[in-house]
């Protein structure tokens, strides 16, 4: 079954807690993704895991770190969150990042910061 | 750097009438990729169709697009809206197999 599972699919933090989207496949896939969310403005990619360990920076890196260390699970972090970081996390997986490739996503994590 | 436009936000239409969504591109590369993607309400984005060849009608559940390379552009129509159309619709650019870049969206409400 082709699935792309993020958890939690809400969360609520205080400026300046820690938060921890987790995300995971079951597909084998060698690139992860990492995208928010924002009435108009779309999708915006966050971070590139073209592998465990091998992750690089998107469009709106600023604010964010990740961790992949093992090919199904693919981890977004924030330290010290902040009101601008309220949006719709999601996670997205495709089989090599090739282009025409079709990305496969999750259902998203709502992430509200207080 | 390569953009994708969406000029239209919001689209209100009456179920049965004619559905057309504008995309159009900036890219470096010559051989682009175009995409969109459907994300219909609490779910997650979907793909509904593609296209590499410039000129060619592609077609999926109702929906067409054709790649105008020379007028940069991938437009998504549909000849009659039905309410289950309702979405968010994404107009997306392969970035030369780096990423996708997404355009801001254009949501969709066909109303009966």
């Known amino acids: 079954d082709m699935k792309v599972t993020q958890m939690p699919r809400y969360l609520i933090k205080r400026m300046g807690e820690n938060v921890l989207l987790e995300c995971g496949q079951d597909m084998s896939h060698e690139t992860m993704y990492w995208y928010r969310q924002d009435p108009g403005l779309g999708l915006q990619l966050i971070y590139i895991?073209?592998?465990?360990?091998?992750?690089s920076e998107g469009d709106i890196p600023k604010g964010y770190r990740v961790s992949r260390k093992k090919r199904e699970h693919f981890s977004l972090i924030l330290d010290s969150a902040k009101t601008n970081q309220t949006s719709v996390y999601f996670c997205?997986?495709?089989?090599?990042?090739?282009?025409?490739?079709?990305?496969?996503f999750g259902h998203g994590t709502k992430l509200s910061v207080l | 750097g390569d953009s994708v436009t969406q000029t239209e936000g919001l689209v209100t239409l009456t179920e049965g009438l004619p559905v057309m969504l504008n995309c159009t591109y900036q890219t470096i590369y010559s051989n682009p990729f175009l995409f969109w993607y459907v994300q219909h309400l609490n779910e997650s984005p979907r793909l509904l169709l593609k296209?590499?060849?410039?000129?060619k009608r592609t077609e999926h559940q109702g929906f067409h697009a054709t790649l105008h390379k020379s007028s940069s552009s991938f437009h998504l129509q549909k000849s009659s809206a039905q309410l289950s159309d309702s979405a968010l619709y994404y107009c997306a650019l392969d970035q030369g197999g780096r990423a996708l870049i997404f355009g801001t969206g254009t949501t969709v409400s066909v109303s009966p």
């Open positions: 895991s073209y592998d465990v360990d091998s992750n």
């Open positions: 997205a997986s495709s089989f090599t990042g090739t282009f025409n490739e079709r990305l496969f």
């Open positions: 296209s590499f060849t410039d000129n």
